[in-house]
């Protein structure tokens, strides 16, 4: 069946430090991927999706590419903040909208100033 | 603003009782999802529902039930035949059909029940 694997950290970077959480997925066809984040004790938030090969999603510096070759959807930002703090869950929806989201296990970030 | 709503935010129970959470959207979507995340863990999916009057068993439905009797509403029972209730509780919502495919899950801010 559909997985979604990431880095389960816990990951500790310096304010200004780059950001990589890596994301890989098993599907078949095209899913649909997205990056939510979870501030402590609130729900999850969309942060950015990719719907086919080659898209591009971003949003609030963050960044990330669907790439089919490699079945990756990692995340990325050049300068975390404190405010980044949080938890990044990586997801994919199946080929039709009736098919389950399924999440990774989530990856949680603390920023040191 | 349209959004889900979950009350209450904390619920405390004894065990062997059942408990009921409330999940509510004005989001016109017709597909809603409970979602239960523990401690430093993902999300494991309890139940879901494409369409009023209708819903499915996800990955871990042993011990809940629902109904969805309203398009905006999805309630969750905890019954005490769930062996280890007490976890943050996580109702969800998303459209269907067409590109639906492609539409995010909207959350709301989730319940925390603790069961002694």
């Known amino acids: 069946g559909d997985s979604v694997t990431q880095m389960e950290g816990p990951v500790t970077l310096s304010e200004e430090a780059f950001l990589t959480i890596n994301c890989t997925y098993t599907a078949t066809g095209y899913p649909s991927l997205f990056w939510y984040v979870q501030y402590p004790g609130e729900g999850l938030q969309l942060l950015l999706k990719a719907t086919k090969a080659d898209d591009k999603g971003s949003n609030k510096g963050f960044e990330a590419t669907y790439r089919k070759e490699t079945t990756s959807f990692h995340l990325e930002k050049g300068s975390v903040q404190v405010s980044d703090s949080a938890v990044y869950f990586c997801a994919l929806s199946g080929q039709t909208s009736y098919d389950k989201v399924i999440f990774g296990p989530g990856t949680s970030l603390s920023v040191i100033p | 603003d349209g959004g889900i709503t979950q009350s209450p935010k904390y619920l405390f129970r004894k065990e062997g009782q059942n408990v009921t959470l409330s999940c509510e959207q004005n989001l016109n979507h017709d597909a809603m999802y409970w979602y239960r995340q523990d401690p430093g863990q993902g999300l494991r999916l309890i139940y879901y529902s494409q369409i009023v009057n209708d819903f499915q068993k996800g990955d871990i439905a042993e011990g809940y039930s629902v109904s969805r009797e309203k398009k905006e509403s999805f309630p969750l029972t905890v019954t005490s035949a769930q062996k280890n209730p007490t976890a943050f509780y996580l109702c969800?919502?998303?459209?269907?059909?067409?590109?639906?495919?492609?539409?995010?899950?909207?959350f709301g801010n989730g319940t925390r029940l603790t069961v002694t």
């Open positions: 969800a919502s998303r459209e269907v059909g067409g590109g639906g495919r492609n539409s995010p899950l909207h």
